[in-house]
């Protein structure tokens, strides 16, 4: 089995990131959580669970099905975005609301431009694009 690759990611409120953007918050009132994340390759979604929504205090927009390892499906919630921020490199997305830890997700993964080096237990960036995100278009 592959070992397990963690990663530090900065969440933020994106109502909040936005606000502040537009000069209507003040830094210090954005919400933010910082967690040392799992990187699960298997998982398209992020996932962030229920203790960090609350942190966060992003709703809640609806359900999706989410089928654990195992097969077992569960309807699960779906958040507002969420800022995920990795080795300086942020994209909003929604998340599901399970478990007990942060997980990362191939979709943000693709957005950030960011591979998993196995070997080493690692994220690293695109060796392609080193010092920024490049998003392939038609």
Known sequence: MMGEVRIKVKLTNA?????????????DEMRVYEADAMVDTGAVRSVIPTHVVEKLDVGIRGNRVAEYA????????????????????????????????????????????????CANQRVIPNPAHPDQPVTKVK
């Open 15 to 27: 109502l909040d990131d936005a606000l502040f953007r537009r000069g209507q918050l003040a830094k």
């Open 70 to 117: 195992d097969g077992r499906k569960e309807s699960v919630g779906l958040t507002e975005p969420v800022l995920f921020d990795l080795m300086g490199r942020d994209t909003m997305e929604e998340a599901l609301v399970l478990g007990d830890e942060v997980l990362i997700g191939q979709t943000v993964l693709e957005k950030l431009d960011l591979l998993v080096d």
